[in-house]
């Protein structure tokens, strides 16, 4: 019967959307991490770096890096049929933090991209999502250059705490990338149930 064909088509659900930030050091990764996944053509701000700059952007171990993102980095993944990502790539230098308070709203967690030739660049992006209890994964970008280190040893150089997941990727790679995402999802999820279950109890 003609209503009986209509009557078992699929439901129409619109997919759930979720803000993950991109934050670390100038010049790890971020434009690279979001332009790999993106379905969509990636919104950039990014300028050439200019001589009035210099005294203020530290190119040590990036020597070769001829722009920098201003604002932000904006693309959008679908990980699911009922799961969908908008990535924010966070400008890295110091005098674009200001930026970050009107990023982070709204963001369920963060990746914190890490270099291991300039791994202290990362700390102020883990400073800052600790302060504001935001979940967040650390990523170290394998750049092909840079020292191989075990995890355990970068872990213990950051000085995370345990539940923080931290993981290796090649930015320039989709499905590394994918993984790092998946796991901020659902570490993020993890530590909302945990926050549930401890309310209710």
């Given at each position: ?7 078992r ?6 997919p ?12 790890v ?5 979001v ?5 969509i ?24 890096k ?16 009922d ?9 890295g ?20 991209l ?13 400073d ?11 990523a ?17 150089a ?10 290796m ?33």
């Open positions: 019967m003609a209503f009986g064909r209509s009557s088509r699929k439901r129409h659900v619109d759930v959307t979720l803000k993950i930030l991109v934050a670390g050091g100038f010049g990764g971020k434009t690279t991490l332009g790999a996944v993106s379905e053509r990636p919104l950039r701000t990014e300028e050439r770096l200019s001589e009035a700059g210099r005294p203020v952007d530290d190119l040590a171990g990036v020597e070769g001829s722009t920098t993102t201003v604002a932000m980095d904006f693309g959008r993944i679908t990980l699911r049929e799961l969908v990502l908008y990535l924010f790539g966070t400008p230098q110091d005098r674009f933090w200001f930026l970050w308070d009107e990023l982070a709203q709204g963001a369920l967690g963060a990746v914190v890490a270099d291991t030739r300039r791994l202290e660049d990362c700390f102020a992006g883990i800052y999502f600790e302060r504001r209890g935001i979940p967040f994964t650390v170290v970008n394998c750049f092909d250059e840079a020292a191989r280190y075990p995890a355990d040893t970068v872990r213990a950051l000085d995370l705490d345990p539940e923080v997941p931290l993981l990727c090649d930015a320039r790679v989709r499905e590394s990338v994918k993984e790092i995402l998946v796991g901020v999802v659902e570490h993020a999820m993890a530590l909302s149930a945990k926050s549930r279950q401890h309310a209710a109890t």
